[in-house]
């Protein structure tokens, strides 16, 4: 395979990367939808796409002030910065969208979580478009370090490297696969689905970035790790729910009763 992939319809030269992004989007779309019909939505039809408004909104700001922190260390210069506000990350925009929709909700009284609904949309998305990113080879710099594992993939420099996008999507698989049973469960609580979403896609990427060529902040870390453990930290409430929670599909023991009170 040659990279960047591009295929060729008729007199038109399509990158595969710009296919898979714009393929993930409608996909992702199409499945919120779908769910919105068959999952009951706490939120009225206007409310729910000034929600949606503010998330697009917030995700493009946040995508692109994410990338030029993190390219911060290897272009200091503004001409520099110029150039990395052209980057997109998804941690970024992930957490961009979160907070302006926080922002839009208190604006309009709403009180109730209602990020739930984006969880499979999100997984479907953003594994599609990370297809695109595979295809585009080193073009979109979401590759990993050189590697000699046997599933290493050369992008076109010579050097067996780690798929990287490729580990993303079984990861985003995983959680989907979580995010579908956890539904169904009595431990979580409305907007659990979210949080964990959040949590456990942070704590990869953390991990994820150990092994790719980024430029580094303080502590050795990116400013993508640093980014990920702010929001993994953000999410403790929802981390102690699912400790107790795991603990207890691995014991079959009945749940504890509270002891009587002696007589006083």
Not at 33 to 50: A, K, S, V
Request: glycine share 10%; net charge positive.
């Amino acid at each position: 395979m040659h990279f960047p992939v591009i295929f060729h319809v008729g007199a038109f030269a399509l990158p595969a990367h710009l296919v898979f992004e714009s393929l993930g989007y409608f996909l992702g779309f199409r499945s919120f939808l779908w769910l919105r019909g068959r999952w009951r939505d706490p939120l009225p039809t206007e409310t729910r796409y000034l929600v949606i408004a503010a998330a697009v909104v917030g995700a493009a700001l946040g995508a692109r002030i994410l990338a030029m922190l993190q390219n911060l260390p290897s272009q200091p210069s503004l001409a520099g910065l110029a150039t990395a506000a052209g980057g997109k990350t998804i941690v970024g925009g992930l957490l961009g969208g979160f907070m302006s929709v926080e922002w839009v909700k208190r604006a309009l009284g709403v009180r109730i979580r209602t990020g739930d609904l984006f969880v499979l949309p999100l997984c479907i998305g953003i594994a599609i478009g990370r297809v695109g990113c595979f295809l585009a080879g080193l073009t979109d710099h979401t590759y990993g370090n050189p590697t000699r594992l046997p599933w290493g993939v050369d992008f076109g420099d010579g050097l067996s490297r780690h798929p990287t996008q490729l580990y993303e999507i079984a990861a985003l698989a995983l959680i989907a696969a979580w995010a579908w049973r956890a539904r169904r469960s009595a431990g979580f609580e409305t907007g659990d689905l979210f949080r964990g979403f959040i949590t456990f896609y942070c704590a990869f990427r953390f991990a994820l970035e150990v092994i790719k060529p980024e430029p580094r902040l303080a502590l050795g870390m990116s400013a993508i790790q640093w980014t990920c453990l702010m929001a993994i930290g953000s999410q403790y409430s929802f981390a102690r729910r699912f400790l107790r929670y795991a603990r207890g599909t691995r014991s079959a023991a009945p749940p504890i009763e509270p002891r009587p009170r002696a007589p006083r």
